[in-house]
């Protein structure tokens, strides 16, 4: 069993930073990739970023490169997503995700645990 908490989301202007950041509690966490996903208002769950369970393989969708960055600690039992540049469809509420598949099925239907959301907000 892994529980999830995302945190660090907020109100940001366009060209701004956030840290997004997953705490997970489970003593089985280090055995998991680790995803981050978003949802924007009417839309559907995209994949955003995955992590391997040692953090040595990192993934990104398309729209996520080079200007998000994807990390963990597992001694913290934490994974990050830094993202750069921050645009107005940046907007959604972020979810993280443990997943014993993501390095393969890069889609919610890996997600094995889910966190509740942080919500990012971006104003142009």
């Known amino acids: 069993q892994v529980q999830l908490v995302e945190s660090g989301g907020g109100l940001v202007q366009a060209g701004g930073s956030l840290r997004l950041s997953c705490a997970a509690s489970g003593r089985t966490f280090s055995r998991y990739a680790m995803g981050w996903f978003r949802q924007a208002p009417g839309k559907e769950r995209e994949f955003v970023s995955a992590?391997?369970?040692?953090?040595?393989?990192?993934y990104y969708a398309d729209s996520a490169k080079g200007r998000f960055t994807i990390s963990r600690d597992n001694a913290k039992n934490t994974v990050y997503l830094q993202i750069h540049s921050l645009k107005p469809e940046d907007t959604a509420v972020y979810y993280c995700a443990a997943g014993l598949t993501f390095e393969y099925n890069r889609s919610p239907t890996g997600g094995d645990y889910w966190g509740q959301g942080t919500q990012v907000t971006v104003s142009s």
């Open positions: 992590i391997s369970w040692t953090g040595g393989r990192t």
